[in-house]
């Protein structure tokens, strides 16, 4: 019997991999290369196959994130595509209980949906306790949703949102409810995309929900069954939404053997340098450990085993890696490193937003540290 680990190491895959490179690296930004990407089957690796996914796993699904993201430099597609696949289809395959989220599930993988979730408050980050969007029962049995959201990843574009709730005072545990809420539902007003800097193509923006009445059906987990989907959604996007950047690494990496190579000083290469060669293999060994950890834990979640501190260390260990690269690399390029072309800017920018979401470093520092008994 082929296990999702030999599946992700096997030459089919490989093959297969291979033909996502040579896509990736002639694809740009925009709503018709994502639709694209869930072509070649992207965004469907981690679904099982009874729910219309691949049923190629974790892993599998890390190595294309990685390969689309090095292939192709579109750091901003690449993280809304994993956005959507950890905290969208992943709590949907896990708790989508009828019809309805069996349809939100087959368009996302499809392309023909974009999923976006939204716990994120402007009073309240990963303070849950603080959450002050509210749904109350209506007397149709229907819920009526009001608050607002922030940092909601493709929240402009988004055809389906997952829209946590309070339900109930008291305890996080049973007072939280996971809505699914369709674009174009009453009530429902999504802003435009904030501008920020780094993660170009990735749309970021803001929910208002006023009045917003929704089916008991699109309730996730029931009423009250919405901290379960939320923990869910986090512990695998904190494990696997810095696949792209482990391929940004990688390619900027090559970038940077390259013009040590090719740019001279004093007479001879930059390369040749002991100053320049040591910043490069410190580069190198930040993007192996940053791999080598995100594929373990992958592996780990195709034998079922992913639990809240192994996916906090691996966002807290590849977001570190990432910035230590990032600290290395404008010292390679010099003065050019403020020119947009080498993309060293964007690509600072980027490691230090990725100590921030799903989780700040120091809330990965908590729980890491919650896992030893401390």
């Not at 493709?154 to 008291?170: H, I, Y």
């Not at 230090?352 to 729980?367: C, E, F, L, N, P």
Request: glycine share 10%; with cysteine.
């Amino acid at each position: 019997m082929t296990t999702l680990a030999s599946l992700a190491q096997s030459e089919d895959f490989a093959a297969w991999l291979h033909s996502l490179r040579s896509w990736a690296a002639k694809a740009h930004d925009g709503r018709p290369t994502w639709r694209k990407a869930a072509g070649q089957g992207l965004l469907s690796l981690a679904v099982p196959e009874s729910q219309g996914g691949s049923g190629a796993g974790y892993e599998a699904a890390c190595l294309a994130i990685e390969a689309v993201a090095d292939e192709s430099g579109l750091s901003g597609l690449s993280f809304a595509m994993s956005a959507q696949m950890w905290a969208v289809q992943e709590p949907l395959a896990v708790f989508g209980s009828c019809a309805r989220h069996a349809g939100y599930l087959a368009g996302l993988i499809q392309g023909t949906q974009i999923g976006a979730f939204a716990a994120t408050e402007y009073e309240s980050g990963s303070d849950l306790l603080s959450l002050r969007t509210r749904a109350v029962a209506l007397p149709d049995g229907r819920w009526r949703l009001n608050g607002a959201k922030t940092f909601v990843t493709n929240g402009p574009s988004a055809d389906v949102f997952l829209v946590v709730a309070r339900t109930a005072d008291g305890s996080a545990l049973t007072g939280l409810t996971a809505f699914a809420v369709e674009r174009g539902t009453p009530g429902l007003a999504i802003g435009p995309a904030a501008d920020k800097t780094g993660l170009r193509g990735a749309e970021i923006g803001s929910l208002h929900l006023t009045d917003c009445d929704v089916d008991e059906s699109a309730a996730l987990c029931g009423i009250g069954g919405g901290f379960a989907a939320l923990m869910h959604a986090m512990r695998y996007e904190r494990a696997f939404i810095l696949a792209a950047p482990v391929g940004l690494m990688a390619r900027a990496l090559r970038h940077a053997v390259e013009h040590a190579r090719s740019r001279s000083q004093f007479g001879a290469p930059l390369g040749s340098y002991d100053t320049m060669r040591q910043r490069l293999v410190r580069m190198h060994l930040s993007l192996n450990s940053a791999r080598e950890v995100l594929l373990a834990t992958a592996r780990t979640a195709d034998a079922g085993r992913l639990d809240h501190t192994r996916s906090s260390l691996t966002k807290l260990h590849v977001s570190t890696e990432f910035n230590r690269f990032c600290q290395e690399l404008p010292d390679i390029y010099g003065g050019y490193a403020v020119l947009p072309e080498t993309g060293v800017a964007d690509l600072v920018a980027e490691a230090v937003a990725s100590r921030y979401y799903s989780g700040t470093s120091d809330m990965q520092m908590k729980i890491v540290a919650e896992g030893l008994g401390l």
